[in-house]
């Protein structure tokens, strides 16, 4: 007599078989690398990158006007005004910068931009403007009394530094979370799914460090707001999923 199977999930009796470990375990073993490299990469923003953002912003904050030299050098610590003469601009959501043409070693520089205005968007070919350079890169291209700061210029804005520092120390500990609980239950992970406690979690990171991190930076709030704000929104979170799911279990 020959037996049909109706399912890989179930046995021929119709009782469910036991789910592999090896797959969750497989699982489990890479959540955790990918935590770790989280790990990492929310010690280089707060360690490295945000530290040495801030210490440039002043150090371009204290630079002084440069002394008249005959020969200009390609990178000085101090504020240099040049004038140069625009040969072409690109003003598209992608694209926002100006070429323009000045002295050596500024012969012909690409100046790019974080927005359209004041200046760029004014620029034609052929105009003449001052542009300020700084270590090298143009910092600000002024027309007359307009000025408009470049996007190589030095700001203040280490929030949103520690919006990333902080969502990739969210992801490490989502992962590692994860990643432990498939590796010492591996048939049967309990709440820890993907859905819906996983994928709310990571939703929730993600957009509660990119709003809290542009409003700092609009309102020029302390930057120490973003960790202390995202980290306790996504623990409130996983803890109202977590009550929620075990309530709809024990329901059930």
Partial sequence: MTTMRTGTGRREDGTPRPSRAGPRLLMGAVLI?????????????????????????????????????TV????????????????GTRNSPRHMQATVNGPEPFSRVVVPFGDP?????????????TGTVWRGVIVVVAQGDT????????????????????????LAALGLMFGAVRLARPRGPGLFTWRPYGKWLLIV????????????????????????VCGAAVAGT???????????????
């Fill in 33 to 69: 690398v990918s935590s770790l490299a989280a790990t990492l990469t929310c010690y280089f923003v707060f360690v490295t990158w945000l530290p040495a953002d801030r210490v440039r912003y002043r150090e371009y904050k204290a630079a002084e006007a440069c002394p008249a030299r």
């Fill in 72 to 87: 200009i050098p390609r990178s000085e610590d101090c504020l240099r005004k040049l004038t140069f003469t625009v040969e």
């Fill in 117 to 129: 205005g004041p200046v760029l968007s004014g620029l034609q070919r052929g105009d003449r403007a």
């Fill in 147 to 170: 000025r408009q700061n470049s996007a190589d210029a030095p700001r203040d804005e280490p929030q949103m530094a520690a919006a990333v520092g902080t969502f990739a120390g969210l």
């Fill in 205 to 228: 990171s993600g957009a509660t460090c990119a709003v809290v991190g542009l409003t700092t930076v609009w309102t020029g709030l302390p930057w120490l707001l973003v960790p202390t």
């Fill in 238 to 252: 996983a803890w109202f999923l977590h009550r929620g799911l075990r309530h709809d279990q024990a329901g059930r």
